[in-house]
């Protein structure tokens, strides 16, 4: 019975669809009513630290709601929160303070609905008879190729119908995304025990783990930079270098691209590679060549040339840590830990943002980017270095880790 399955790749391809359009809509927009790269990196902070907030506190509501319940309310409510943006701008106005707040009301509201759905797949991929492997493959294709068609539609939408269009559509899609999940998927987990109930819980069970600990260090710290490059300085190269607010949305579109690519050579392929190495190789081809080569002035097809070919890199981080994960965690504990890792994860985000949009007003475009180059290469370096990330390429290890962790 692949229905719910399929369902739920659905949902989430219509959630992340809209996601993307309001991730270029915003900061273009604050550009261009402010022209201030400091006000974009702010904005992009009121994005980024709700998560950070909702992540650590909202698994709560999943365990009191059941996955199917906190998903469906997430959507619907990121749904009126978003529609109201574009409403106030074409009736009273939308002030910046007013945005700023809204945007930290739409991110708060909407990140317990991700973790609920992710908390979903193992049970969904085992009623549908898909191998999990297969499954974390197929829902991070989703995301990638949802990116990869938001991007640069919000590129395009922008010049054609301007940034509130993009709000709207957003909007819908998560009313779409609660249709969907609440009428097409059952209810599957169940509320943790008390013992679960709380954050630490969740930073315990990661804390123990030395592997999943340094592999939450290293997104960290490339979440940071991500944050900055795609909703700051990726949007001031559009405006300054290429003068077109297209590039902005296939530079982001074409990570995307790649990555949906590189997620479904991953499914086929990647029971017959390495883990440490095809991860290690991946994330630091990920991060780097991209930023680089806009740091070295290429023309715009060769950046996206390398962008699409970082992005054929990253699509298979997430399948190797969704693997992992799923293997390491015991399902009474998924959500809480989940929840957990997504806020650590998610913790350097609000300050990509700021850096990102101070540093270009001291600095300058160029010396930034060159700068978050060679931070996204010391960020790589740990699957070659710590001994931890052995355990990566003994598949009994992993097993027994979880195991041992799941008794406690």
């Not at 400091?38 to 992009?44: I, Q, R, W």
């Not at 529609?83 to 106005?93: K, S």
């Not at 300050?351 to 010391?378: H, I, R």
Request: aromatic share 8%; with cysteine; net charge positive.
């Amino acid at each position: 019975m692949r229905r719910p399955f399929i369902t739920l790749l659905a949902a989430n391809a219509l959630s992340v669809t809209g996601t993307m359009l309001s991730m270029l809509a915003v900061p273009w927009f604050v550009l261009e009513t402010t022209g201030s790269a400091a006000l974009t990196g702010l904005a992009a902070f009121a994005t980024t630290f709700p998560i950070v907030v909702s992540a650590a506190f909202g698994a709560t509501l999943v365990d009191r709601l059941g996955l199917r319940g906190a998903s469906v309310l997430s959507d619907l409510t990121s749904g009126v929160v978003v529609l109201t943006m574009p409403v106030l701008f074409w009736t009273t106005g939308l002030s910046y303070p007013a945005l700023l707040a809204l945007l930290f009301l739409r991110w708060l509201v909407a990140t317990p609905g991700e973790t609920a759905r992710k908390a979903m797949l193992p049970e969904l991929s085992a009623l549908g008879r898909v191998r999990i492997e297969r499954a974390a493959a197929a829902y991070d294709g989703v995301y990638r190729g949802a990116a990869m068609v938001g991007a640069p539609l919000a590129g395009v939408l922008i010049v054609w119908l301007g940034a509130g269009a993009l709000l709207v559509v957003d909007g819908v899609t998560f009313l779409l995304s609660a249709l969907l999940i609440g009428g097409g998927v059952p209810r599957v987990g169940g509320s943790a025990p008390e013992s679960g109930r709380r954050l630490r819980d969740g930073l315990a069970f990661l804390w123990r783990d030395r592997l999943q600990m340094s592999a939450t260090a290293m997104i960290v710290v490339v979440n940071m930079l991500d944050t900055g490059v795609t909703q700051v300085l990726l949007a001031l190269y559009a405006r300054d270098v290429a003068h077109d607010p297209r590039a902005f949305g296939l530079l982001a579109g074409g990570v995307g691209a790649g990555a949906l690519a590189g997620t479904v050579v991953y499914g086929a392929a990647g029971e017959r590679l390495p883990p440490r190495l095809t991860y290690g190789w991946c994330f630091l081809l990920a991060g780097v060549p991209r930023v680089l080569v806009l740091a070295l002035g290429a023309p715009l097809p060769v950046a996206l040339g390398v962008t699409v070919l970082s992005g054929f890199a990253a699509g298979a981080i997430n399948p190797i840590l969704g693997v992992l994960q799923y293997d390491r965690i015991p399902a009474r504990l998924r959500a809480r830990v989940i929840g957990a890792m997504t806020a650590a994860a998610y913790a350097g985000m609000p300050v990509g943002g700021l850096v990102a949009g101070s540093l270009t007003e001291l600095a300058g475009l160029t010396p930034t980017l060159y700068a978050f180059t060679c931070v996204y290469l010391l960020a790589s370096l740990p699957p070659f270095l710590c001994r931890a990330w052995r355990e990566l390429d003994d598949p009994a290890a992993t097993r027994r880790t979880g195991s041992a962790e799941g008794t406690r």
